[in-house]
């Protein structure tokens, strides 16, 4: 499982390669593809997926007779990076050329420096009488952010100072005359007078591995959140309970704050559970009655206790690599009680590890999609993930043995039936 995770990791450098490689594992297993612009005619225990902007999807397996609970995953399928601006050739010197990039996210810029990279996104092309979006990865190594030698600004080197983000994390493309878009063209049989505009994306193209003393952890590229992605996925496919309408939902831009139509802050999910709950004859009761009596998991990586810095987590809730999957407790979480003890029994029940993570009070941590999807469908919700070091690196670390655990924990919600049987009070199967 560990080498089909990183298969999965190295044919999603970008949100929208992550969309199509889900596309394509959801068609394979049957799962019908629809569009948000044509009428939905959906039928019982059929799986169904949906897309927006080509960089979100919400897939749905509805059982075979009514149902009363939605049982939701939601990841992300975005990384920081960097990402290429219009007309990005920069020439230098009359022997260089660089790309002009803006950073996405919060990547850690200086471990960006010196390590081959290469492009990836769409173009949105000129047709006779319209405009077609195509997908491109050059998939080479075709860049690198070259560093300055600490003995030409020993102050700036021996005092780790920021970088300029307009100047010092350029990337070299080649020399004099260089062209991204050209070479991003050709790559897909295209002309680059014909390309009205595009995404890209730098990535690390370099393939995850497995290491320590006894294979203990595995390092890769976008683990935050592919990792999470990934699980659900798998989870998904492996089966349900046949009782609820389970869900994956796989957002873009939780890493710029999901401000964005295809973000977890928009109504995509509210829109699809709409129109499955009208879709199977549920009127609007019936969509909230569905919603209140169901879960959604916000699942995306969470912080491991690093062995050089233990003091800048909580002293009594400390998640560690292999320790089994996150439950996040904090005030920029969507968890509480009731569905981190729903979530923690069903893991219990199934033999999955789990371990609580709450900020150091003096070092507050990220936030991710719970809160935000919360604000359009008001679902109970907790957020998970898997310890892991490094995060927001070009190349991060994790335990070997969790993803099986989110794999687990996955499946066992998606197996379990949730029964509401109070403000406070599941019963589970």
């Known amino acids: ?74 990841p992300h399928g975005d990384s920081p990076s960097f990402k290429v601006k219009e007309s990005p050739e920069l020439p230098c010197e009359g022997h260089y050329t660089r790309l002009n990039t803006e950073v996405y ?24 009488r319209g405009v077609e979006t195509r997908l491109v990865d050059l998939s080479q190594d075709l860049l690198i952010i070259p560093g300055l030698a600490p003995h030409l600004d020993r102050e700036t080197a021996e ?51 497995q290491l320590g003393a006894k294979g203990e952890y595995i390092a890769a590229p976008r683990l935050d959140d592919l990792e999470c992605v990934f699980s659900a996925v798998t989870a998904l496919l492996q ?7 389970k869900v994956l939902a796989v957002f873009d831009n939780e890493e710029i704050g999901s401000l964005t139509r295809q973000g977890a802050d928009s109504t995509f999910l509210s829109d699809v559970l709409a129109r499955v709950c009208a879709g ?28 050089s810095y233990p003091e800048k987590y909580d002293p009594t809730n400390r998640c560690y690599l292999n320790g089994g999957v996150v439950v996040k407790h904090s005030t920029r979480y969507a968890t509480d009680a009731v569905t981190a003890g729903v979530f923690q029994r ?12 709450y900020n150091n009070s003096k070092v507050p941590g ?10 359009h469908v008001s679902i109970p919700t907790v957020d998970i993930g898997l310890a892991q070091l490094s995060m927001h690196s070009p190349y991060e670390t994790a335990g070997a043995e969790d993803l099986g655990h989110m794999i687990a924990a996955m499946t066992a919600f998606y197996n379990t039936p949730l029964r509401r049987e109070g403000d406070g009070s599941y019963s589970l199967g």
């Open 1 to 74: 499982m560990i080498q089909k995770l990183f298969d999965f990791i190295a044919g999603c450098p970008t949100a929208c390669h992550t969309t199509a490689a889900l596309g394509a594992m959801l068609e394979a297993a049957g799962y019908t593809r629809l569009q948000e612009t044509e009428p939905w005619e959906l039928e019982p225990g059929r799986g169904y997926f949906t897309t927006r902007a080509m960089s979100s999807l919400i897939a749905f397996q509805a059982p075979k007779g009514d149902f009363s609970a939605f049982s939701i995953v939601a």
């Open 105 to 128: 996210g919060g990547p850690l810029l200086r471990l960006w420096t010196d390590r081959p990279l290469s492009v990836a996104g769409r173009l949105a092309l000129r047709r006779e």
């Open 159 to 209: 005092q780790g100072g920021k970088l300029d983000r307009q100047k010092d994390t350029l990337p070299l493309l080649g020399g004099e005359g260089a062209d991204l878009l050209e070479l991003l063209a050709q790559s897909i049989g295209e002309r680059k007078e014909d390309v009205l505009t595009h995404d890209l994306y730098l990535y690390v193209r370099q393939r995850g591995t």
């Open 239 to 245: 089966g349900g309970n046949g009782e609820d309408c």
């Open 280 to 307: 199977f004859g549920k009127g609007e009761e019936g969509k909230l009655r569905a919603i209140q009596g169901g879960m959604l998991l916000s699942a995306d990586n969470a912080h491991g206790v690093h062995p």
């Open 346 to 357: 069903i893991c219990e029940l199934a033999g999955v590890p789990t371990q609580a993570y």
């Open 366 to 375: 990220g936030s991710t999609l719970g809160n935000l999807s919360g604000s």
